[in-house]
């Protein structure tokens, strides 16, 4: 897969957006949580990617792909070249980093809105203190 390729294939997904952060790094986002960054400031471009942990302690065996910097504990790869992977495999390996992000992000807004609905019925039961 190239750059474009990985563009198209990440905002395929549903409520997938993207937005160029931290000056050359293109970071698709599910509910505003990162679960790809594209780095275009290297020749090759670099992926960066969540898996789950058995996946990360194989992937990090490879060549070319060690843990991201920074979030590499949150079990995040990187990969120093976009070939690292055969394609079938990347794109299986980008969309389980869009599930595992987007499953955190719906519950966290399920969580929220429980709060909202809490507050709302604890403020109407309120007396007024008028006056």
Known sequence: MNADS???YCLSFPNATENLQ???DLCFKVGGKIFVILGLDS???RLCFKCAPEKFAELCEREDIRPAPYVGRYKWVML???DALPDGEL???IWQSYEM???KAR???QVLKRRDRRER???QRKPNKTG
């Open 43 to 45: 020749v090759p471009p």
């Open 91 to 93: 794109q299986d390996c």
């Open 121 to 123: 019925r604890v403020q």
């Open 6 to 8: 990985i563009r198209k």
């Open 80 to 82: 120093d070249r976009l």
């Open 107 to 109: 519950i966290k807004a």
């Open 22 to 24: 931290w000056e050359d």
């Open 101 to 103: 992000v987007a499953t």
